[in-house]
């Protein structure tokens, strides 16, 4: 399974749990308030819950961008992917040493 798909779903449960529905029955599409019916203190208990449940914290200033709830999980995928590392250059593309003489 795609690591897409175990936040999304963690996601979906968070809120489906917090507004006692089936999971099934929230979308990746959904706007918390406008769908979901979140309101703003809601929204704030669920991302208490998220911060808990994926163990990060998510700063005030950042919670304007939690719209959908595809919007909180590429938030959270961020978050949490694993740093990428720094790509070592091939060899060919390195100097190459000069010789003495």
């Known amino acids: 399974m795609p690591a897409h798909a175990d936040v999304a779903i963690r996601v979906r449960t968070a809120l489906a749990d917090y507004l006692k529905r089936d ?3 929230i979308k990746l ?3 918390l ?3 979901l019916g979140l309101d703003s203190m809601a929204t ?3 991302v208490y819950q998220i911060e808990d449940a994926f163990e990060l914290q998510i700063p005030d200033q950042d919670l ?3 719209i959908t709830v595809a919007n ?3 938030y959270i995928e961020e978050k949490v992917a694993p740093a ?3 790509a070592a250059k091939p060899l060919s593309a390195r100097p190459k ?3 003495k003489g």
């Open 23 to 25: 999971v099934k029955t």
């Open 29 to 31: 599409s959904d706007a």
């Open 33 to 35: 308030q406008k769908d």
């Open 44 to 46: 704030i208990e669920l």
């Open 64 to 66: 304007a961008k939690l």
């Open 72 to 74: 909180v999980t590429a």
């Open 84 to 86: 990428r590392p720094v």
């Open 97 to 99: 040493p000069k010789k």
